[in-house]
């Protein structure tokens, strides 16, 4: 009787042990996260897979995807579908992959404050961008080191977590046209309020940044514009006559004319004025583009002005990432229009 009864519970055990181990569809084993200067985050997930499961559902750190791939650790595509944030992959009997994609919903940002958040199955790695400053941790992170390049990289506990951290601008030529568009709202407030005395020495100001800008100079265009803006905030309403008046008004109009140029004065208004005559022109009224962006928009432009992000990728020999934000940055620029086509990207150029 006693043999039956320990063989029935050994047996018991046996099964709850298998029932157990077959239960257990994927095991998460490193949960990687690098944040970029412009809030995109790339997330990296390794999984163990039971083989037993020829599909598994995952559920994400966020419940948008763009640029997923699932591979296998031989290195195959897996097929899957994506809802909200469960992706469910058909595993065809591998014990390990790799997911690998890119969002916005992970960061947010308030003022000069950057923000990173996530609610993290396990213990996870977090990278910012470079020459971010850390303000505050949801926690005592695990450990924290800094890699050969310079950037940050934490080791933070699972559940909710946050990091928050201010982040220098890499783009120094957004910056300078940041700066100038700026300057040049005040100077328009200024004379739409009268505040005409002082507004000669904004636009002279004004005209040297856009000189320093056309020639790549950006730190010292943004300088500049900023020296611009302060003189048209000092600028005061006139105590002179009204032909004192109108001779200031026709002589500051004069100065910006000559000042700035019309090629020059265009540049300002580029991002308002979309119309572009030829390549050449385009690139004349956004002298802020790299090499890579100005190949890609001149394939857009030979190709008619429209083509897939796929194509764009294998004309330029880039990385899918690195095409991928090369779009987006355009985009928030007003240079392109993206729209989806059966599940691609199709990118236009703006005209």
């Known amino acids: ?118 609610d993290a199955p396990v213990n996870f790695t977090v990278t910012l961008p470079l020459n971010s400053t850390i303000v505050s941790l949801s926690s005592i992170p695990i450990r924290v080191s800094t890699l050969p390049d310079g950037r940050i990289s934490i080791v933070m506990p699972l559940g909710l977590q946050y990091v928050e951290y201010i982040s220098a601008l890499y783009d120094p030529a957004s910056r300078a046209l940041e700066a100038i568009a700026r300057a040049l709202k005040s100077i328009e407030e200024a004379e739409n309020e009268g505040r005409i005395e002082g507004l000669d020495e904004a636009r002279r100001l004004l005209s040297e940044a856009i000189n320093l800008l056309s020639r790549r100079m950006y730190s010292e265009a943004k300088a500049k514009a900023l020296e611009a803006l302060e003189a048209a905030r000092r600028a005061t309403k006139p105590s002179t006559s009204i032909l004192d008046t109108i001779y200031i008004v026709v002589l500051s109009y004069w100065y910006i004319l000559l000042g700035l140029g019309i090629g020059v004065s265009a540049l300002i208004l580029s991002r308002r004025i979309k119309a572009y005559r030829s390549l050449e022109d385009l690139f004349e009224k956004n002298p802020w583009l790299n090499e890579d962006e100005r190949n890609l928009l001149k394939i857009l432009w030979e190709k008619g002005g429209a083509a897939y992000e796929s194509d764009l990728r294998e004309l330029l020999n880039l990385p899918k990432t690195t095409v991928w934000r090369m779009v987006r940055r355009l985009e928030r620029s007003g240079l392109l229009r993206v729209e989806k086509v059966r599940g691609e990207n199709r990118v236009h150029i703006r005209r």
């Open 1 to 118: 009787m006693r043999r039956r009864l320990g063989f029935t519970a050994i047996s018991i055990i046996v099964l709850a042990m298998f029932t157990i181990t077959l239960s257990c569809e994927y095991r998460v084993e490193n949960l990687d996260f690098i944040v970029y200067g412009d809030g995109v985050v790339s997330v990296r997930m390794r999984l163990t897979v039971d083989e037993v499961y020829p599909v598994i559902t995952v559920k994400l750190p966020s419940s948008s995807a763009d640029n997923l791939i699932v591979v296998s650790g031989s290195g195959e595509l897996l097929p899957y579908t994506l809802r909200d944030s469960n992706l469910t992959i058909e595993t065809l009997g591998v014990t390990g992959l790799t997911v690998e994609y890119e969002t916005v919903e992970l960061t947010y940002k308030d003022g000069i404050l950057w923000g990173f958040r996530v």
